[in-house]
């Protein structure tokens, strides 16, 4: 029997299986919804239960796939937490495990868009409080660009207990593949050496793009020997990570393991990750792996179920528990 005052807890299309783990977290069933297509190409969504006075939180990651673009899957959020809120629902939480647009965060040439921007206008268009999401490209930027409440969660604590039994007693250096992920990189350092108890080394890969073309082959840090951890919030085609590695390779690490939150995997990822310059590769579940069907990549694949953290998330705001300590924030 499900409390009279419990969450109202969606997840649509291909987020189904992530939002029965938010779910189980929550000990509370998936709410039924009703998701059709019409032949012009539109479609509707709605909730097949009452929301009215619910607090709802609607789960959809906002990735591509081989039957709906981010955009259509973007669309549907929105219209969905809109039907939610027009039903009257208490409060509408949209939950991004990948937050789509995430990486247009600033102008890099002259008229450029800021499309994360745009995207936190049409949510809180529709009447979303809250969004939610998972890691996404620049923290600083996503908070700034909503209106409504956000939170973001960091995901470098899923990584340390799967990580454990692979770099047990090796001689460690975590690397950023580039300066933009400096802060990223040392805040997962730090969280790994306090689990560990160990001194981490820290290092950083030289890295310039324009009009497409990446560029710079510096890498500053002690590798001889050691085993190199590249952290990253995603991986898309794998070049940077890849680049990356080589040239860790080059200055005399030992093994080289590739740790990114989100996994798109798109253009040549079959190929970069079949590369033996990379030994692991680290993700998690905010973005299924169908893309990577090379079976040399994925027999290095270790994924770690993010549902539970945001299904904890969930369960400490609408008790007023502490997210800072659930994500181990310095306060």
């Keep these: ?136 490209h620049n923290q600083a930027a996503f908070q700034n660009a909503f209106r409504c409440a956000t939170e973001h969660l960091d995901a470098r604590r899923l ?25 990223r990189a040392e805040a997962f350092r730090k969280t790994l050496a306090g689990a560990l108890d160990l001194d981490i080394a820290s290092a950083m890969m030289e890295k310039y793009r324009s009009r497409g073309q990446v560029s710079g082959e510096m890498l500053v840090g002690d590798f001889a020997g050691r085993t190199a951890l590249i952290v990253d919030d995603l991986i898309a085609s794998g070049g940077t990570m890849l680049r990356t590695a080589r040239k860790a390779r080059e200055q005399g690490a030992a093994r080289v393991l590739a740790l990114a939150t989100h996994g798109l ?16 590769l680290v993700i998690t579940n905010s973005v299924p792996a169908f893309r990577l069907s090379n079976d040399t990549a994925r027999s290095k694949l270790l994924t770690v179920d993010a549902a539970p953290l945001v299904g904890e998330a969930i369960a400490r705001i609408r008790s007023g528990g502490s997210l800072v300590d659930l994500l181990g924030i310095e306060a």
């Design 265 to 280: 995997f798109v253009g040549e990822a079959n190929k970069v990750f079949a590369d033996d310059a990379i030994e692991r």
């Design 159 to 183: 990584f340390v207990e799967p990580l454990r039994p692979l770099i047990e007693n090796d001689d460690l250096v975590v690397v950023s593949p580039d300066s933009g992920g400096m802060k």
């Design 1 to 136: 029997m499900v409390a009279d005052d419990a969450p109202r807890v969606f997840a649509l299309g291909g987020s189904r299986d992530f939002g029965r783990g938010v779910a189980a977290r929550l000990n509370v069933p998936l709410s039924e919804h009703e998701e059709r297509d019409f032949e012009d190409g539109e479609h509707k969504a709605r909730p097949l239960v009452s929301v009215r006075n619910r607090d709802v939180f609607v789960i959809h990651s906002l990735y591509g796939d081989d039957t709906q673009s981010a955009n259509d899957k973007l669309c549907r959020l929105l219209f969905f937490c809109a039907a939610c809120r027009d039903a009257a629902a208490a409060s509408v939480t949209a939950v991004a495990p990948y937050l789509c647009y995430a990486r247009k965060d600033r102008k890099t040439k002259a008229r450029d868009p800021v499309t994360t921007r745009y995207v936190a206008a049409m949510f809180e268009a529709v009447g979303v409080e809250r969004v939610m999401a998972l890691e996404v």
